[in-house]
């Protein structure tokens, strides 16, 4: 059975930084691109950016180039999703899913981490 | 780039009841790319249809989509309870996008 099983919730401070995790199992790893999705409180959702495992080849949607960075350790089968310093407006629902290609449609979906940053 | 415009931004119908949701690209969407999710409250969005008519492995046939070009639709045949939700489309192929959504609610 495919399973993306995201990393909890956290709670931040403007300027911190942060990582979450995906990791996959159920398939192989290094052969499905993983996307990044977020959901800004009762908004829809957006598209962040796309990582293959097997090259770490990375692509971003414009409007979050520069603003994260999208990783993947294929030994652990784990994509992370990281912020140097986070601001209030990171406040978020992030989304993984395994995608057909670098710009296709995804089945299968994590659970979902909540990103909180209060000061 | 493209936009994706959905309407209407909500749907009030009652279960039993036809419903018919539309994605409207600002440019012609290459080869149908065009996918369908469902979200429920609190979960993860659920793909529906791909390719703008072909239906992901396990759902009910009740759902249908179709277009081209710039005009896509997604048709619930007669909504059940479980179908009240909000529902995306996205493009794919050259860049991947979302559409603002439509919330089917029960009237």
């Known amino acids: 059975e495919v399973q993306l099983v995201q990393s909890g919730a956290e709670v931040k401070k403007p300027g911190e930084s942060l990582k979450i995790s995906c990791k996959g199992s159920?398939?192989?790893?290094?052969?499905?691109?993983i996307g990044w999705v977020r959901q800004m409180p009762g908004k829809g959702l957006e598209w962040m950016g796309i990582?293959?495992?097997?090259?770490?080849?990375?692509r971003y949607s414009p409007s979050f180039q520069g603003q994260v960075t999208i990783s993947a350790d294929k030994s652990i089968s784990t994509a992370y999703l990281q912020w140097s310093s986070l601001k209030a407006s990171d406040t978020a629902m992030y989304y993984c899913?395994?995608?057909?290609?670098?710009?296709?449609?995804?089945?299968?979906w994590g659970q979902g981490t909540l990103v909180t940053v209060s000061s | 780039e493209i936009v994706l415009t959905q309407s209407p931004g909500t749907l009030s119908l009652s279960p039993g009841e036809r419903a018919t949701l539309s994605c409207r690209a600002s440019?012609?969407?290459?080869?149908?790319?065009l996918a369908w999710y469902q979200q429920k409250p609190g979960q993860a969005p659920r793909l529906l249809i791909y390719?703008?008519?072909s239906r992901a492995t396990g759902i009910p046939d009740r759902f249908s989509g179709s277009g081209s070009g710039t005009d896509f639709t997604l048709t619930i045949s007669r909504l059940e309870p479980e179908d009240f939700a909000v529902y995306y489309c996205?493009?794919?192929?050259?860049?991947?996008?979302f559409g603002g959504g439509t919330k089917v609610e029960i009237k």
């Open positions: 899913a395994r995608c057909r290609d670098s710009s296709g449609y995804c089945v299968y």
């Open positions: 159920g398939y192989s790893f290094t052969s499905y691109w």
């Open positions: 990582i293959y495992p097997g090259d770490s080849d990375t």
């Open positions: 440019q012609s969407v290459s080869s149908s790319y």
């Open positions: 390719g703008a008519s």
């Open positions: 996205q493009q794919y192929g050259s860049s991947l996008l």
